[in-house]
């Protein structure tokens, strides 16, 4: 899955066995860019600190993007 694909500002791809793999590998990633005050990925990141707001929107969320992450061909 990309960047973009689960909720950031970029094409890098992460690949993983396992969704919470991947959700650790991209939050890593948003850690990075972070800390280069990346102005993309911090606006991504203030979208995703609005979902989080809501319990059920951000579970609702996971589970979008973890059925996404489940019917992705292996590599």
């Known amino acids: 899955m990309t960047c973009k694909q689960l909720g950031g500002a970029c094409d890098i791809k992460f690949q993983a ?3 919470e793999e ?3 590998l991209s939050k890593q990633h948003g850690m990075d860019m972070l800390n280069k005050k990346d102005k ?3 606006e991504a990141m203030g979208k995703m600190q609005e ?3 809501s319990p059920d929107a951000m579970q ?3 589970d979008s993007k973890r059925k996404e992450f489940d019917a ?3 590599d």
């Open 51 to 53: 979902l989080m707001k």
């Open 60 to 62: 609702a969320w996971f």
């Open 72 to 74: 992705l061909p292996e």
């Open 40 to 42: 993309a990925h911090l």
């Open 22 to 24: 991947m959700a650790e």
């Open 17 to 19: 066995g396992t969704f």
